[in-house]
């Protein structure tokens, strides 16, 4: 009796050192999946993706230029949260404030007028209302996972041709087009 003891114990410990290394692998298999599907993204923070900037960004000023001139500076500390922000008007419209979700991705600004969709850490859609208006963007990708443009909810499609980047990647002007007409965006980016 002590043999066939002695025999389950063996055959026991041996089962249990395979499931041991079934779930090693699988936890290593599952590390090296995810870990992939981070460094697809160029983005540090979820906030220098949601301003589309790519290195240890300090700060970044970016004038839009529709239809009339308007800039807005955001602050950010070392680790690309977001600290602070400056603008020619900090109104009702456009106000510093922001709400997150559970991963602290900004999901909409601090009076309702702005709320976003994220799919991982790129930003889906943009959803705005204002004074009785409201829009809906679908952010659109390439497969490097640059951002290239939006459609509205019409259908209709307003596309990014980047005209300049910085030495870190980063564009720093661009020209918004679509079939009724072209607006340009000019960001000056300050890095740690």
């Known amino acids: 009796m002590n043999t066939f003891l002695v025999i389950s114990r063996n055959e026991a410990d041996r089962r249990n050192k395979t499931k041991t290394k079934v779930a090693?692998?699988?936890?290593?298999?599952?590390?090296?999946?995810?870990?992939?599907a981070q460094t697809k993204s160029p983005y540090l923070s979820y906030d220098w993706a949601f301003f589309e900037l790519k290195g240890r960004v300090q700060a970044v000023t970016i004038v839009y230029n529709n239809d009339y001139e308007y800039a807005q500076t955001h602050i950010f500390n070392r680790d690309g949260e977001l600290q602070d922000e400056e603008a020619e008007v900090l109104d009702d419209y456009n106000p510093f404030g922001y709400y997150r979700d559970d991963r602290g991705r900004i999901i909409r600004t601090g009076n309702g007028h702005s709320m976003w969709t994220w799919n991982g850490k790129t930003v889906d859609s943009?959803?705005?209302?204002?004074?009785?208006?409201?829009?809906?963007?679908?952010?659109?990708?390439?497969?490097?996972?640059?951002?290239?443009?939006?459609?509205?909810?019409?259908?209709?499609?307003?596309?990014?041709?980047y005209i300049t980047h910085d030495i870190k990647g980063n564009w720093t002007y661009r020209i918004i087009q679509d079939q009724d007409g072209s607006y340009s965006e000019k960001r000056k980016i300050v890095y740690y």
């Not at 599952?30 to 992939?36: D, H, K, P, V």
């Open 24 to 36: 090693l692998f699988l936890y290593l298999c599952f590390l090296t999946i995810s870990t992939q």
């Open 126 to 161: 943009k959803h705005w209302e204002h004074m009785g208006e409201s829009a809906t963007y679908f952010y659109i990708y390439n497969q490097e996972g640059k951002r290239t443009g939006y459609e509205d909810e019409k259908g209709k499609i307003h596309k990014y041709s």
